[in-house]
């Protein structure tokens, strides 16, 4: 049987705004208070799930969440109409309304955990919401990612669905971004990777001093009991602290991959000749052969890495073997990143090609190629079984270009923020996208 990584990508929400949310995460906050441009956010991503489409790769589509959140602002006492809670939060607490605005959901590695059902112990598909608890504006999205992704993925037969770990600092759980499946193919068992930056009550590991560690070991070391993994086909690694400090406030900031490579930076990882040993060994248990391609500090530094997303890069698999990497615009724009990828893919290796887009609106907010996508590994069986609403086509394109041209502004400051009109355009278009993905209702204004 056949067997796919889907790349599932986030559709930019209508509120795409630069608010400065993400403390430690430097193309967020050097942007902060900019005017952003929604629709080209929007087309600027469907046009990358275009292009891989084109190229032959698997490709669907996830919604992004209802925003602003009137019910967060309820729950923090703002009250009376929908327009009221808007206009009294701008006035008295406008931080809070610029949260319950963001459209961090666009970038999906963070929606969730993926264990594809050749790893896990009931042979399906296992998937756990992130609590993204680090962020309060990324806190309150698990909710309607649940149902989003219970509505794509709802057969239970193939299927499983658990809710988002506790919301407290133990178990800080950012999804995807922190863990990496290799596999000799995608349908046969493989060894899941996850990373993680402090553990909360074990003090024998260190921490970073100036950011926050978002994910604990503890949360990933959950995960993989919820997905009902074996330890035999589990590696954990911590990320390198000093990195966090720098900027890298998640893993897939500083390394990625994809079948049996890892593409990583020399300081990414603590312990990191111990890693690579575990991982070759596990996966050589059930066939693969590991491949690492380690980029040296000395041809690209960690503040290289931070400002170009050299690693926040998607790795694909071709046909005869080889890779492709596909990076952001910002990798040709700096200099020593650009040489260091035009001697990576002359050299022979397993990555040949690099292919570069365009993700201005997505970079200047903290995230790239590797950010807007959730990666599924589905058999034929279990791709049939996926809500074809949301499987990207080219009619599908062409549907969801036509309702961003519709529905979205060209610009978006902080005063737009506050404009009781804009919680109404949101919800035509997010009732209107429901339709176009098959998704039923999903969002809480069409469930209360």
């Known amino acids: 049987m056949k067997s796919y990584e889907v790349n599932f990508d986030g559709l930019v929400g209508p509120t795409h705004n630069y608010g400065g949310l993400s403390y430690g995460n430097v193309a967020s906050q050097s942007n902060s208070q900019q005017s952003s441009n929604p629709k080209e956010a929007a087309l600027q991503g469907l046009a990358k799930m275009k292009a891989l489409m084109d190229m032959g790769f698997q490709q669907g589509v996830l919604a992004p969440q209802e925003r602003p959140d009137v019910a967060a602002l309820r729950r923090l006492g703002f009250a009376g109409s929908d327009a009221q809670v808007i206009q009294q939060a701008a006035k008295e ?84 971004a922190n863990h990496t499946r290799f596999c000799r193919a995608y349908g046969e068992a493989g060894v899941e990777f996850f990373v993680f930056g402090r553990s909360a009550f074990d003090t024998r590991y260190p921490a970073p001093q100036k950011y926050p560690a978002r994910q604990t070991l503890e949360a990933s070391q959950a995960v993989a009991r919820l997905h009902g993994l074996r330890e035999e086909g589990v590696v954990y690694a911590q990320q390198n602290p000093s990195v966090i400090d720098q900027g890298v406030f998640h893993n897939d900031v500083i390394a990625v991959g994809n079948g049996e490579v890892l593409f990583y930076h020399e300081d990414a990882f603590l312990e990191t000749d111990k890693m690579l040993a575990e991982l070759s060994s596990k996966l050589a248990k059930v066939g693969g052969t590991f491949q690492s391609v380690c980029v040296p500090r000395s041809a690209v530094t960690v503040d290289d890495a931070v400002r170009s997303y050299l690693f926040n890069s998607q790795l694909l698999s071709r046909p005869d073997g080889s890779m492709l990497l596909i990076v952001p615009e910002e990798c040709r724009s700096n200099e020593r990143v650009w040489q260091y990828l035009q001697g990576l893919t002359g050299t022979g290796g397993v990555i040949r090609e690099v292919k570069v887009f365009d993700l201005k609106q997505s970079m200047q907010n903290g995230g790239g190629p590797a950010c807007l996508r959730l990666r599924v590994a589905l058999n034929e069986t279990e791709l049939a079984a996926v809500n074809p609403g949301v499987i990207m086509t080219a009619p599908l394109y062409d549907s969801l270009t036509q309702w961003v041209e519709r529905h979205y502004r060209d610009r978006m400051t902080e005063n737009d923020l506050a404009d009781p009109q804009l919680l109404l355009e949101c919800r035509a278009a997010l009732d209107e996208l429901t339709q176009i993905l098959k998704l039923g209702a999903v969002y809480p204004f069409q469930i209360n």
Not at 111 to 128: K, L, N, Q, Y
Not at 139 to 159: W, Y
Request: charge should be negative; glycine fraction near 4%.
């Open 93 to 176: 607490a406008m931080p809070l309304l610029v949260a319950s605005c963001s459209a961090s959901s666009m970038w999906v590695a963070n929606a969730a955990t993926v264990s594809p059902s050749a790893d896990t112990a009931d042979g399906r598909v296992h998937f756990t919401a992130a609590n993204l608890n680090c962020k309060y504006h990324r806190s309150i999205e698990h909710p309607t990612t649940s149902r989003v992704l219970g509505a794509m993925f709802a057969n239970q037969q193939h299927f499983a669905h658990h809710a988002a770990l506790p919301a407290v600092a133990q178990f800080g759980d950012e999804g995807a």
